[in-house]
C-alpha cells in the first residue's frame, strides 16, 4: 500500500502564499495524482457518437455556415472526459466529421498536425494531397501527413461526409500546431496507389528511390476489404483478421504518430483485446458491432464512432451470424512505441 502522503491544507497558509511568489509547487500533496499507483487514470471515457443522430446536424451546419466561413465544416467528436472544448477524442487523437457540399471548395493549406480521411458517404469528391488528386469514395482512407499541402473539392451532386483523425491535440501540447494557408494546386498525373497497388512488390526505378516520406496517400476501400477477405479466407484459424495500414516503402506505420488498421469480424465472432496503453477508435464501415469497453456497450450501426481509453478491457463481437463486419481502427500505438511507454498487459 502506498504511503498517505502530506496535503496543501497541512502547510502553512504563508508559507504557501511564498512558495507561490517564487512559482514555486511542493510535489507531494500531487504527487499521487500525476503517478497514481498501478495504472492511469484516463481523463478519455468510452463513448459512442452514433452517425443517425449527428448526420442531421451535420446537414444543417451546411445550411447554417457556408465554406467561405468554415474553411473546414466540421462537428469535432469530442469526448466529455477531457471537456468538450479540448475538442479531444483522447489523449493524442481528434475526430471530427466533415461536410463538403456540391460545388465547395475547401481551400488549400498545410499545417503541423498529421490528418487522414476515412470516407464515409457520399460520391464525386477529391482531395488533392502534395498534388495528387485522391478521389474520396466509402471506406477510402486517405493521409495527409504533416506539412503537406491539401485541399478539398466536390464535383459530385450529393453531400460527402468523412471522419478526420488527427494528432492535433498532441502536436497542440507540444505547442507546435500552426497552419499555413496556400493557394490552389497544381495536379500532378502520380498515385501513389497504383504505384504500390501489389503488397510485396516496390516500384524501383534504375535511376532514383522515391524521395517521398509518404509515397501512398490513398487507400482504396474496394483493395482494403478483399485483402482482408483473402486473408480471412487464407487463415481459417486467425483470432483477429487486420490489416495495418502502412508506408509500402518501409513497411512501418503509415503516420509517424497515430495508427491505422482495418479489423474484419467474421459472423457471429466475438474478439477480446489485450489491455494495452493507447487509446483506441473504432469506425465501422459496413455491418454492426458491438463495443464494450469496461463498464459500457456499444452497438455500432454502419458509419458509428467509438472511442476508448488506453488500459481498458475491450472486446468487440460482430451482431451478425451471417455477414462480416468491417472496422476501422485508429490508435496512439505507434507514438506510445516511440516514446518507450507502450505497454500489453495480459
Ligand atoms: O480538412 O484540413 O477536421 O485542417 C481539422 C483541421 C480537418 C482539414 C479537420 C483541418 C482539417
Same mark, same amino acid.
Given at each position: 500500500? +502506498?504511503?498517505?502522503? &502530506?496535503?496543501?491544507?497541512?502547510?502553512?497558509?504563508?508559507?504557501?502564499?511564498?512558495?507561490?511568489?517564487?512559482?514555486?509547487?511542493?510535489? %507531494?500533496?500531487?504527487?499521487?495524482?500525476?503517478?497514481?499507483?498501478?495504472?492511469?487514470?484516463?481523463?478519455?471515457?468510452?463513448?459512442?457518437?452514433?452517425?443517425?443522430?449527428?448526420?442531421?446536424?451535420?446537414?444543417?451546419?451546411?445550411?447554417?455556415?457556408?465554406?467561405?466561413?468554415?474553411?473546414?465544416?466540421?462537428?469535432?467528436?469530442?469526448?466529455?472526459?477531457?471537456?468538450?472544448?479540448?475538442?479531444?477524442?483522447?489523449?493524442?487523437?481528434?475526430?471530427?466529421?466533415?461536410?463538403?457540399?456540391?460545388?465547395?471548395?475547401?481551400?488549400?493549406?498545410?499545417?503541423?498536425?498529421?490528418?487522414?480521411?476515412?470516407?464515409?458517404?457520399?460520391?464525386?469528391? %477529391?482531395?488533392?494531397? +502534395? &498534388?495528387?488528386?485522391?478521389?474520396?469514395?466509402?471506406?477510402?482512407?486517405?493521409?495527409?501527413?504533416?506539412?503537406? %499541402?491539401?485541399?478539398?473539392?466536390?464535383?459530385?451532386?450529393?453531400?460527402?461526409?468523412?471522419?478526420?483523425?488527427?494528432?492535433?491535440?498532441?502536436?497542440?501540447?507540444?505547442?507546435?500546431?500552426?497552419?499555413?494557408?496556400?493557394?490552389?494546386?497544381?495536379?500532378?498525373?502520380?498515385?501513389?496507389?497504383?504505384?504500390?497497388?501489389?503488397?510485396?512488390?516496390?516500384?524501383?526505378?534504375?535511376?532514383?528511390?522515391?524521395?517521398?516520406?509518404?509515397?501512398?496517400?490513398?487507400?482504396?476501400?474496394?483493395?482494403?476489404?478483399?485483402?482482408?477477405?483473402?486473408?480471412?479466407?487464407?487463415?481459417?484459424?486467425?483470432?483477429?483478421?487486420?490489416?495495418?495500414?502502412?508506408?509500402?516503402?518501409?513497411?512501418?506505420?503509415?503516420?509517424?504518430?497515430? &495508427?491505422?488498421?482495418?479489423?474484419?469480424?467474421?459472423?457471429?465472432?466475438?474478439?477480446?483485446?489485450?489491455?494495452?496503453?493507447?487509446?483506441?477508435?473504432?469506425?465501422?464501415?459496413?455491418?454492426?458491432?458491438?463495443?464494450?469497453?469496461?463498464?459500457?456497450?456499444?452497438?455500432?450501426?454502419?458509419?458509428?464512432?467509438?472511442?476508448?481509453?488506453?488500459?481498458?478491457?475491450?472486446?468487440?463481437?460482430?451482431?451478425?451470424?451471417?455477414?462480416?463486419?468491417?472496422?476501422?481502427?485508429?490508435?496512439?500505438?505507434?507514438?506510445?512505441?516511440?516514446? &518507450?511507454?507502450?505497454?500489453?498487459?495480459?
Amino acid at each position: 500500500m +502506498d504511503a498517505e502522503l &502530506g496535503r496543501l491544507e497541512d502547510l502553512p497558509a504563508d508559507y504557501v502564499a511564498a512558495l507561490r511568489e517564487l512559482n514555486l509547487v511542493p510535489l %507531494w500533496p500531487s504527487l499521487r495524482a500525476v503517478l497514481p499507483p498501478q495504472r492511469p487514470q484516463p481523463k478519455t471515457r468510452a463513448t459512442h457518437w452514433p452517425y443517425r443522430s449527428l448526420r442531421p446536424l451535420l446537414l444543417q451546419a451546411g445550411e447554417l455556415t457556408p465554406i467561405e466561413k468554415a474553411e473546414r465544416r466540421v462537428l469535432v467528436l469530442a469526448n466529455p472526459g477531457h471537456g468538450l472544448e479540448k475538442m479531444q477524442a483522447s489523449a493524442a487523437m481528434y475526430l471530427g466529421m466533415q461536410l463538403l457540399l456540391p460545388g465547395e471548395w475547401a481551400p488549400s493549406h498545410r499545417h503541423t498536425p498529421n490528418a487522414v480521411r476515412m470516407v464515409v458517404e457520399g460520391e464525386g469528391a %477529391w482531395t488533392n494531397v +502534395d &498534388g495528387e488528386k485522391c478521389v474520396m469514395r466509402r471506406g477510402d482512407l486517405i493521409l495527409t501527413p504533416t506539412g503537406l %499541402w491539401h485541399e478539398h473539392g466536390h464535383d459530385g451532386d450529393e453531400p460527402v461526409v468523412w471522419l478526420d483523425v488527427l494528432d492535433l491535440p498532441l502536436v497542440y501540447y507540444l505547442e507546435a500546431s500552426y497552419h499555413i494557408n496556400g493557394t490552389r494546386q497544381t495536379v500532378k498525373p502520380e498515385h501513389g496507389e497504383r504505384a504500390y497497388a501489389r503488397g510485396g512488390l516496390l516500384p524501383t526505378p534504375v535511376f532514383q528511390r522515391s524521395a517521398k516520406a509518404y509515397p501512398m496517400l490513398r487507400y482504396p476501400w474496394d483493395e482494403t476489404r478483399a485483402a482482408l477477405q483473402e486473408l480471412a479466407a487464407d487463415q481459417p484459424d486467425l483470432e483477429a483478421v487486420q490489416l495495418s495500414y502502412s508506408n509500402p516503402e518501409t513497411g512501418g506505420d503509415a503516420q509517424n504518430i497515430l &495508427g491505422f488498421y482495418a479489423l474484419m469480424l467474421r459472423p457471429g465472432q466475438a474478439l477480446v483485446l489485450p489491455v494495452r496503453s493507447p487509446a483506441m477508435v473504432f469506425h465501422l464501415i459496413e455491418g454492426n458491432a458491438e463495443v464494450q469497453a469496461e463498464a459500457q456497450r456499444f452497438t455500432l450501426a454502419e458509419a458509428d464512432t467509438a472511442c476508448v481509453p488506453g488500459y481498458s478491457a475491450v472486446s468487440l463481437r460482430n451482431g451478425s451470424a451471417d455477414a462480416p463486419a468491417f472496422v476501422f481502427i485508429a490508435d496512439e500505438t505507434p507514438l506510445h512505441r516511440k516514446l &518507450g511507454v507502450f505497454e500489453q498487459r495480459g
